[in-house]
């Protein structure tokens, strides 16, 4: 028996809405079932302005393109996420300054954030790892200081909150991803929210290719025309057609994933309690959406031999990101402090499979393969 790390779920709506957009003669982007995920979300998040886009590497770009990133201008960001999160400010001329995590989640350590600030800093990108939300009253409360910008990177934080409050609603703009790695997926696909209503009419140029033919469509404007900067940043409303079947399912998705989550943390926890490894953390302000189960190993070699241990045994764990500040492309940009955190989540830490249709049985026998890893079996 093999355990893959992940695998898509398909609701069983998919393809018959997929076919009735077809068949209404639009697949391209904006189409009905485009027009009902934007609804969906605003209603259920209560987002100003959602915007699907093509991915959520594209939300970011839009969101970049909205702050008026330039060279020369600093946005701070995690050195533990990916590459995504960095290159869409890159890509506009910024320099990154990477955050450290903190000791007990990969998450961006605010008591160390505000010494990062200068006088050309503009945005802060909080990014939550795992749906485990980044705390954001300490990240708003800097911003608010420094009249900086807040563009939180929610690409695994559908159903997740911070102190009640949904993840990627909280800051300026927000980022989402539906990659089939997510809890509700598109293949690929992503949504930018648009929680400050001063972005929102220029959120809808940029995301028309720098035009307000969305303005034309609701007879706002007698003609439509080049008015901005943009690119081509809307989804075809098959992708979107997809979504939508997911996101009607999406309370029986995050049930699922709830339960299989718990029950990797009951299987595991003595291991934690002996210091064998270490569970997640959930912050008090932190909701928990099962995005992702991961255990933190005391080395690279225990992680690499315990990825190896779980391989033998049909089971697919997986590593995650490597620290950007010394991937080949930044280390010779990045200014030299030290991040120990980043790196040790970047060399330690190890992700369990969890997707729907993981049976209990089988989240049993990755247990039992943790287990005798570490000697319990």
Known sequence: ???PFNKPYLTGRETDYIRQAVESGKISGDGMFTKRCHRFFEQRYGIPR???TTSCTDALEM???LADIGPGDEVIAPSFTFVSTVNAFVLRGARIVFADSGDETPNIDTSRLEGLVTPRTRVIVPVHYGGVACDMDVILSIAERHGLLVVEDAAQAVEAAYRGRQLGTIGHLGAFSFHETKNVIAGE???LAVNDQR??????IIREKG???AAFFRGEVDKYGWVDIGSSFLPSDIVAAFLYAQLENIDRIQRRRLEIWEQYRRGLADLAADGCCRLP????YASNNAHLFHLVCDS???RTELIEWLKGRGVMAVFHYLSLHRSSFFKDRHDGRPLPCADRFSDCLVRLPLFFELTDGQVEAVIAGVRSFYGRG
Do not use: D, H, S, Y
């Open 63 to 65: 969101a970049a393109i």
């Open 189 to 191: 696909g992503g949504m």
């Open 1 to 3: 028996m093999t355990i």
């Open 211 to 213: 035009t307000n033919r």
């Open 50 to 52: 959602a915007l699907l």
């Open 199 to 204: 972005f929102a009419a220029r959120a809808e």
């Open 300 to 302: 690279l070699k225990q």
């Open 281 to 284: 953390v959930l912050p008090a």
